[in-house]
Nanobody, 124 residues
Framework: QVQLVESGGGLVQAGGSLRLSCAAS????????MAWFRQAPGKEREFVAA????????SYADSVKGRFTISRDNAKNTVYLQMNSPKPEDTAVYYC?????????????????WGQGTQVTVSS
């Protein structure tokens, strides 16, 4: 089993910055691709960003491309999401997820392991 714990959420002003972290424990050798998803009230969970084990390949949703950066530190079993210039529409609960295949996927059903989520609120 894999346990994922997100941290770093909170209230941020539009145009500011925030960094989310996701610490993995348990069978961390299964965390090949790690990803961030988000879910706003009344909306479906949507893909934000993902990164392969080596970090050589990343993928971003068009809505965050150029503003958010995903990275990982395998020695610390941690993945990060640097959020620069956030907008009010980025307000959501952000979830960390992982899968045991080193191929990026953008649909939530492809990820068997999930964290509990962290709230991000962007004020205008």
């Amino acid at each position: 089993q894999v346990q994922l714990v997100e941290s770093g959420g909170g209230l941020v002003q539009a145009g500011g910055s925030l960094r989310l972290s996701c610490a993995a424990s348990g069978r961390t050798e299964s965390n090949y691709v790690m990803a961030w998803f988000r879910q706003a009230p009344g909306k479906e969970r949507e893909f934000v960003a993902a990164i392969t084990w080596s970090g050589s390949s990343t993928s971003y949703a068009d809505s965050v491309k150029g503003r958010f950066t995903i990275s990982r530190d395998n020695a610390k079993n941690t993945v990060y999401l640097q959020m620069n210039s956030p907008k009010p529409e980025d307000t959501a609960v952000y979830y960390c997820a992982s899968r045991s295949w080193d191929i990026i996927a953008t649909t939530p059903t492809r990820y068997p392991y999930w964290g509990q989520g962290t709230q991000v609120t962007v004020s205008s």
